[in-house]
């Protein structure tokens, strides 16, 4: 299988209760770009897998099923304007 040229050696993968908002809030905070986006094939409102690119950074991220719960993930993120990102961060919940 051939890898998309973005892809890194290593990659947070996120699952989420509700994908498309973070996906969203994603966008608003972090200016992420989406770079893909495969719907649910039972639910098209929900994502079964998205990628998304914050800088040079790639974060995976899914709908959570009954199989897949939602997991949190620490992750370290480095920002010129930290004030600004935390202040966007609390303002959009």
Wanted: aromatic share 10%.
């Amino acid at each position: 299988m051939e890898l998309p040229d973005y892809y890194l050696p290593i990659m947070p993968y996120i699952i989420v209760d509700d994908s498309t908002a973070f996906l969203a809030y994603m966008k608003r905070v972090f200016s992420a770009t989406e770079l893909m986006i495969v719907p649910d094939d039972k639910d098209p409102s929900k994502i079964m897998h998205g990628e998304l690119k914050i800088q040079d950074a790639v974060i995976m991220f899914a709908n959570s099923t009954e199989i897949w719960k939602e997991k949190t993930s620490g992750m370290f993120l480095i920002v010129e304007d930290v004030d600004r990102i935390y202040n966007a961060g609390v303002e959009q919940g």
